[in-house]
């Protein structure tokens, strides 16, 4: 019987789960996984139609208990009210200044890990901008933050779990807390903008604004984190392409989405299905679990063309999956594609000639959990002084 050539999710899926995803697109799209008793799905227009179609198939209720899915439609609406490009424009001097600071730190040492010095720091703090954190708040955000999605990864021991707790009924009261203390005192941060927004004379509860703040706080963290790192290693293993980007601003966006596409910093996510159907000659039933896998979709071949190789000069990068696709599609893409901007443009023009550090390799990261994190836990640079 055919069998992918690694087993799935595996610690050698996992630190490269290409080849594997390769052969499923081409062997079995739609591949029963018996282990984890869910459907693989790995075509790009398998992927795209599952996305697009959420009335066969839905959010699955364990991973999303909050969110709304009745109308979800209306809720998009009005969160879109909120979160718009103008406000996302008006974050721009905000997240220049936070990257600036974090360059600061480590540029006369000559080196630096990209993660724990910059990625991972840079997310945190404009999200504690964003949703008016004090910055006396702060460090206890970043442990709130921190503990919060290592335990969403599955990256905690039991005994770290009854902390972790703690750390969530900590976390609720203290936006339950910012909500009502908003209201009574409204200010310029996102909690006050989703609060008043409205669209068709509805507006979100309490409850959806609470939800919507731990969402933020796990995607508009890691996968950001996520995408600054995957994009700096790409780009320093392309020397070339990198020299080019250098040289020609307007290719950074470019750098951007090919990183989405080629390492995208989501795996895949799970969807329902809600009435039985035929996908590719399997018979799926109500409640199967179907795994839309971006990553493989964002290199498949009927797409994308020698989809295994980095090109900043791909026409249509620009159709990866990575952001997903449909009434989900995320919220904060242009925030996360912002921050990425800027921090790849400060990066390569402040630290001259930054390379990955030749006696220290990178480590991957995958939260393998959630399917959703697949980065580097560091990346160690090197760079020249200016003194
Ligand atoms: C590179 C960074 C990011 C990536 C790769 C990413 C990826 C995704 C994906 C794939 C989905 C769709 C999930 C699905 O279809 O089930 C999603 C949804 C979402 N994302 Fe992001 N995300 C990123 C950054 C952000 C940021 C910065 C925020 C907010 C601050 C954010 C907030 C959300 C929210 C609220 C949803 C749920 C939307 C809904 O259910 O309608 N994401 N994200």
Redesign the pocket.
């Known amino acids: 019987m055919l069998a992918p050539p690694t087993e799935l999710f595996s610690a050698d899926f996992l630190s490269d789960p290409y080849p594997t995803f390769a052969w499923l697109r081409r062997e079995r799209p739609v591949y029963r996984c018996a282990a984890f008793e869910s459907y693989i799905v790995t075509r790009y227009d398998d992927c795209a139609s599952v ?1 697009t179609d959420p009335d066969q198939f839905g ?1 699955v209720p364990d991973v ?1 208990p909050e ?1 709304p899915t009745a109308d ?1 439609v209306q ?2 609406h009005i ?1 879109a009210r909120a ?1 718009n490009a103008e406000y996302v424009a008006r974050l721009e001097p905000i997240i220049q200044g936070i990257v600036d600071r974090l360059i600061d730190e480590f540029v006369d040492r000559g080196e630096a890990d990209v993660m724990s010095d910059f990625a991972e720091r840079l ?1 945190t703090l404009v ?1 504690a901008e ?1 949703l008016g954190i004090p910055s006396s708040a702060q460090p206890m955000f970043h442990a709130w933050a921190d503990s919060y999605t290592r335990s969403l990864a599955g990256e905690l021991s039991p005994a770290q779990r009854d902390d972790f707790l703690r750390t969530i009924r900590e976390l609720v009261g203290y936006f339950a807390y910012a909500i009502e203390e908003r209201r009574r005192h409204p200010g310029d941060d996102l909690v006050t903008r989703l609060m008043h927004a409205r669209a068709a004379d509805a507006q979100l509860s309490g409850a959806q604004i609470l939800s ?1 703040c731990e ?2 706080m796990v ?3 890691d ?2 984190t ?2 600054i790192g995957n994009g700096v290693r790409a780009l320093l293993i392309h020397a070339i392409q990198l020299q080019r980007l250098i040289a020609e601003a307007w290719l950074l966006e470019a750098a951007i989405e090919e990183t ?1 596409r080629w390492d ?3 795996l895949g ?3 329902t299905v809600r009435t039985a159907c035929d996908m590719r000659g399997e018979r799926l039933l109500a409640g199967d679990i179907v795994v ?1 896998m ?1 990553a493989a979709a964002n290199r498949d071949p009927l797409v994308f063309s020698s989809p295994d190789v980095f090109d900043l000069y791909r026409p249509n990068a620009g159709l990866h ?13 242009p ?3 912002l ?2 901007r800027i921090a790849l443009h400060t990066l390569f023009a402040r630290l001259p000639h930054l390379r990955l550090s030749s006696d220290r390799p990178g480590e991957r990261r995958v939260a393998f959990a959630m399917l ?1 994190l697949r980065t580097y836990g560091s990346l160690p640079v090197e760079f020249d002084t200016r003194g």
């Open positions: 996305l959010p999303t969110r979800h809720y998009r969160l979160f997310p999200l964003m919507l969402q933020f995607a508009g963290r996968l950001t996520g995408l989405l995208s910093p989501v996510q799970p969807r839309v971006f999956l990575a952001f997903g696709r449909g009434i989900h599609f995320c919220v904060g893409a925030l996360a594609r921050e990425a959703n």
